[in-house]
C-alpha cells in the first residue's frame, strides 16, 4: 500500500501493531465515527486482508466486498440499461444509487469486520494490564504500650512528654525515637521508685523505631519486633527481653552487666555494639558482635563474630556455633538498605514482607537464586523488585499486599 500522510494510517498502524496507547485508541474510534477518513481506512484494510497469511482468512468470504469497493465500473456493467442506468436531470440513476449504498455498505462491512478482527488479536496478544500496585517502603512506626496496658501509636502521637511512668519521663523526640528520662539518680543511675513498671515498644510489619533506654543505651528496632523493659533499672542488673530483631548500643556499666534475653538465648554485654536476630520465621537466630566484647549462651564473642543457634525448641536450648560474620550485612536494615549478599529466594522475600508488609506465596517451584549487592529500604517494592528481575525473578503485586512470586 502506498504511504498516506494521513493521522489516522498512523494510528490504524499503532493499532495493528499492538503498539497503540489508549490515548491513541479513543482517537481512531473518534475519527472512524466522524466518517471523515473511510477512504484512508478502506485502503489501509484492503492491503491489510491482502497481506493476511493464507488460511487464516477465506478468500471466498472477502472477495465480493472486495469487488465491489476495487471494481465499481464492473458491478454497473453487470446491470442492463433498461433498468433504469441513466441518469436524469443531473442526478444519478435508481441503479447507480444503489451501487452507490451497496458500496458504502460493503466498505462499513469491511471496516468494522476487519476492526473486529484487529482489536481481537491486539486484545489476546497485548491484554490490558491492570493498574500497577505500589507499595510503599515502611517508616518510623511503632507501639508503645505502658504498665497500665494503655496504648499510644507513636507515628500520630505529638513531639514531647507522652506519659509519667513512676518518675520516669516517658518522651517522644524528632525522627522517629523514643527516651525515658530519670527524675532522679540513685548509685546506678536509675530511680527505685519505678523499678516494677514494664513498657512494651512494639514495630509492625513495614515499621522501625528508636529507643533510649533509662540508662542510655540506644536500641534500633526492626519491623515485626518488640523489646520488654523496665522503665528504670534497679539492683546489679540490666535486663531487658526481645523479639524478631534489634541493634544495641549498650552503655558500659561493669558493676551493673546489661542483658538481653532473646529466643531462648542470653546475650551478656561487656561493653558492646551488637546485632540479635531471633525472628520465628528465619531458620536460626544469629547473634552479631560489632564491637566490644559479648557472651552468648556462654560462648565469648569477638567483634566481626556471629553466634548461629540452630534447633531451638521448646524443650532444647538448640545448637550453637561461632563463626566469622558479616558486620556489614548483619546491620544493613539499621543503615538504610537491604544486604542481599549470597541471601536466596526466600530469605530475600521474607525481608521485603516485613519491610512491605505484604504476604509473599509461591506459584511452581520456589526459584533458586542466589543475591549478591545492597539496595536502599527507602525504595518503592516495585522499584525493589524491579532490580532482581534481573536474576530472572519473576513477580506479580495484587491489592492487599499480597505478592506472588512465579517460576
Known amino acids: 500500500m502506498n504511504t498516506i500522510n494521513s493521522r489516522i494510517i498512523y494510528l490504524w498502524q499503532q493499532f495493528s501493531a499492538r503498539q497503540a496507547t ?27 486482508l491482502a497481506d493476511t497469511p493464507a488460511g487464516e482468512e477465506d478468500p471466498a468470504r472477502w472477495e465480493p466486498i472486495l469487488q465491489s469497493i476495487l471494481h465499481p465500473v464492473r458491478t454497473l456493467e453487470a446491470y442492463p440499461a433498461e433498468t433504469g442506468n441513466a441518469s436524469v436531470a443531473g442526478r444519478p440513476s435508481p441503479v ?8 458504502t455498505a460493503a466498505a462499513v462491512v469491511l471496516l468494522l469486520v476487519g476492526l473486529t478482527r484487529l482489536w481481537r488479536t491486539y486484545r489476546a496478544e497485548s491484554p490490558v494490564q491492570a493498574p500497577v500496585v505500589v507499595v510503599a517502603p515502611g517508616g518510623n512506626r511503632a507501639v508503645l504500650t505502658l504498665a497500665g496496658g494503655q496504648q499510644i501509636i507513636l507515628d500520630s502521637a505529638a513531639t514531647g512528654i507522652l506519659a509519667e511512668q513512676g518518675n520516669t519521663h516517658v518522651q517522644k523526640l524528632g525522627d522517629g525515637k523514643l527516651a525515658y528520662e530519670a527524675g532522679g539518680r540513685g548509685d546506678n543511675g536509675t530511680r527505685g521508685a519505678a523499678s516494677s513498671l514494664y513498657n512494651t ?4 510489619r513495614g515499621g522501625q523505631y528508636q529507643l533510649t533506654l533509662p540508662d542510655g543505651t540506644k536500641v534500633w528496632l526492626n519491623a515485626a519486633s518488640s523489646i520488654t523493659y523496665p522503665t528504670a533499672f534497679t539492683g546489679n542488673s540490666r535486663s531487658v527481653e526481645m523479639t524478631g530483631e534489634a541493634y544495641f548500643e549498650v552503655t558500659h556499666d561493669k558493676k551493673h552487666p546489661f542483658t538481653v534475653k532473646a529466643g531462648g538465648q542470653v546475650i551478656q554485654d561487656i561493653g558492646t555494639h551488637f546485632n540479635v536476630n531471633v525472628y520465628t520465621d528465619e531458620p536460626a537466630q544469629v547473634t552479631t558482635l560489632l564491637e566490644g566484647a559479648v557472651s552468648v549462651s556462654g560462648h565469648l564473642l569477638r567483634p ?24 556489614d550485612q ?22 521485603l514482607s516485613r519491610w512491605y508488609n505484604v504476604d509473599v506465596t509461591y506459584e511452581g517451584n520456589i ?4 543475591f549478591q549487592g545492597m539496595i536502599g529500604r527507602s525504595l518503592t517494592l516495585n522499584q525493589v523488585l524491579k532490580g532482581l528481575t534481573k536474576e530472572q525473578v519473576h513477580y506479580q503485586i495484587e491489592k492487599g499486599n499480597r505478592l506472588i512470586i512465579t517460576p
Open 22 to 48: 489508549r490515548a491513541e485508541l479513543d482517537e481512531l474510534m473518534e475519527l472512524l465515527s466522524s466518517g471523515s477518513h473511510d477512504e484512508e481506512s478502506r485502503q489501509y484494510l484492503q492491503q491489510l
Open 201 to 204: 515498644l512494639t514495630t509492625p
Open 304 to 327: 566481626g563474630e556471629k553466634a548461629t543457634i540452630t534447633g531451638v525448641t521448646a524443650t532444647s536450648a538448640g545448637d550453637i556455633r561461632v563463626t566469622q560474620g558479616d558486620p
Open 96 to 103: 447507480r444509487r444503489w451501487v452507490r449504498r451497496a458500496m
Open 330 to 351: 548483619a546491620v544493613a536494615w539499621k543503615n538504610g538498605l537491604f544486604n542481599f549478599t549470597d541471601a536466596g529466594v526466600e530469605t530475600v522475600m521474607r525481608q
Open 367 to 370: 526459584p533458586h537464586r542466589q
